[in-house]
């Protein structure tokens, strides 16, 4: 992790699925300001969502619509990952 660390950038990091990332930002914020609940608060939500695995979806699970959903998805963050 590179030397910025805000909760900003951190909420980034989450927003865009890196979970670990935000995780590990999280952590740095709540050493250095222990009194802010809302960093604590995110930071146990973290904990659960990492410990806890999402369920296996199969493609043939999901809808048409959901399947294009997704894809459109994938394809926004792709786009902003490229400064599109």
Do not use: H
């Not at 222990?34 to 999901?62: A, K």
């Amino acid at each position: 992790m590179g030397n910025i660390v805000t909760k900003t950038l951190a909420e980034n990091y989450l927003q865009q699925g890196y979970l670990k990332e935000a995780y590990e930002m999280f952590k740095v914020l709540s050493e250095k300001d222990p009194s802010d609940t809302g960093i604590r608060n995110r930071l146990r939500e973290l904990e659960q969502m990492l410990t806890t695995s999402p369920p296996v979806l199969s493609p043939s699970d999901l809808s048409s619509d959901e399947k294009i959903s997704l894809l459109k998805r994938w394809l926004s963050n792709i786009q902003k990952r490229r400064g599109e």
